[in-house]
């Protein structure tokens, strides 16, 4: 496998998934701790009100990243730490923490990536309406504005929104996620409202003239057609309408996907003159998480369904499928580029067992070299990536499955909150030690 020298190689994490400190130095309620608290909500009522105690053993963390040998770090900032109401009072200890940790990642010589919003929305803006509510994408901007103030000589790479497919179908489409509502015009109306928020700190960001890199992460799955037939084929591209290109064409052509007539009918009443310039201002890059793909049959009358995985399955019974990372690479830079890419998160869930001090987890070490290959023949290619981070640096809270799936490289015993590193972290280890030596 060959990189250019240049190449970003990271790991990444979520606010609510690793922090804890859940009420701790002025933190405000999100809307994920009022869901995990919500009866039947999460597994086994698990709550992120601990997760890794990142908060207070962050030096710790970053001394971890260090001896992996990794270059970058992407983390998310918690909303509610800053604007604990959202909005209006500024939290100087919720600032601070990131301050901190963002000079220990400099002093460790890892350069930060810092995500603006992974899910965790202050849970007084939800009860205004959250991304129902217009208001909440420039109260956002504003939150935005403040990040970039305070950190933006120091953190020269910026994302804005993590995976808004997520955070508006899981959220708001069938309520699998925090808040838990469940429409699909509301699915449409949120994942409207938070395309106009990346697009207004976009534009913030801006016109502070900061030295740095902004862009998008967009949850990304290539789509199969299960037969040649035409019927497969239109299905397939119904399927990616809703999972890829809804977000991809509004970024990249300043219009939602033309050939969905009933989900356009949806949103045209949430659209006002002027936000598609903003949605679809030029970006810096595009962050891709990718993980698996999808294969599609046509089902009724203009309906598609998902088959069952074809292949081995990881622990969230996701299939393992690499070659999609290669096809979908391709497919972004041929019809949306050119325009720098990252995979800001790609990993694997798998049942891990601590024995005897160590973690065995050979699917996990196999799972990365195979798509790491992926990545280097796109490059090979002609794809612009410039990055990969590893999804995830530590065992974490993962949403809806509480501690129950395990994505770290970094292994976690949530009861005394040790770190053991897995043998795939070890892998990884190794594998920068080769490129460096390379």
């Known amino acids: 496998m060959k990189f250019p020298r240049d190449f970003r190689w990271g790991v990444a994490t979520a606010s609510y ?57 992407r983390f998310s900032i918690a909303w509610p730490r800053i604007y604990p109401a959202g909005k209006g009072e500024l939290n100087p200890k919720g600032l601070d923490f990131y301050k901190r940790l963002v000079d220990e990642l400099l002093q460790r010589g890892i350069e930060p990536m810092a995500t603006l919003y992974h899910w965790d929305l202050p849970q007084v803006l939800e009860d205004k309406g959250g991304w129902l509510n217009r208001d909440t994408a420039y109260y956002f901007r504003d939150y935005a504005v403040t990040m970039f103030e305070e950190l ?39 994942a409207h409202i938070l395309l106009l928020a990346h697009g207004l700190a976009l534009q913030a960001y801006r016109e502070l003239n900061l030295p740095g890199e902004i862009g998008i992460t967009l949850n990304l799955s290539p789509q199969y057609p299960a037969s040649p037939s035409r019927e497969d084929g239109e299905a397939c591209r119904r399927a990616d309408g809703f999972l890829n290109r809804w977000f991809l064409d509004p970024l990249f052509a300043g219009f939602y996907p033309q050939d969905m007539p009933e989900f356009l009918t949806a949103v045209a009443p949430h659209i006002q003159p002027g936000d598609f310039d903003l949605i679809s201002a030029p970006q810096d890059f595009l962050g891709i998480n990718y993980y698996s793909r999808g294969i599609i049959k046509a089902a009724g009358k203009d309906g598609y369904e998902a088959l069952p995985p074809a292949g081995p399955v990881t622990h969230m019974g996701w299939e393992v499928y690499p070659e999609g990372l290669y096809d979908l690479l391709l497919r972004v830079h041929r019809d949306y580029g050119p325009i720098p890419l990252y995979i800001t998160e790609n990993g694997a869930a798998y049942p891990d ?28 290619a002609g794809v612009p990536l410039k990055g990969y981070y590893v999804w995830s640096f530590l065992d974490n809270f993962e949403w809806a499955f509480g501690y129950e799936r395990r994505f770290g490289i970094v292994y976690v015993d949530f009861q005394t909150q040790a770190r053991i590193i897995k043998d795939s972290g070890r892998w990884y280890q190794s594998f920068l030690k080769d490129l460096a030596r390379g």
């Open 353 to 380: 067992q601590l024995m005897e001090g160590r973690v065995a987890d050979p699917e996990r070490t196999a799972y990365l070299r195979e798509h790491f290959a992926q990545a280097a023949r796109a490059l090979e």
């Open 152 to 190: 933006g000589d120091t953190v020269k790479l910026w994302i804005t929104l993590n995976e808004p497919w997520c955070s508006a179908y899981l959220g708001y489409g069938n309520g699998v996620h925090a808040p838990g509502k469940s429409d699909l015009n509301w699915y449409l109306q949120a």
């Open 17 to 73: 998934q690793i922090e804890g400190a859940a009420q701790e130095d002025g933190r405000g309620e999100s809307i994920w701790d009022r869901f995990s608290r919500t009866p039947g909500k999460v597994l086994h009522g698990h709550t992120g009100d601990v997760a890794c105690d990142h908060y207070h053993r962050y030096k710790e963390d970053v001394a971890l990243m260090a001896e992996l040998g990794v270059d970058s770090y």
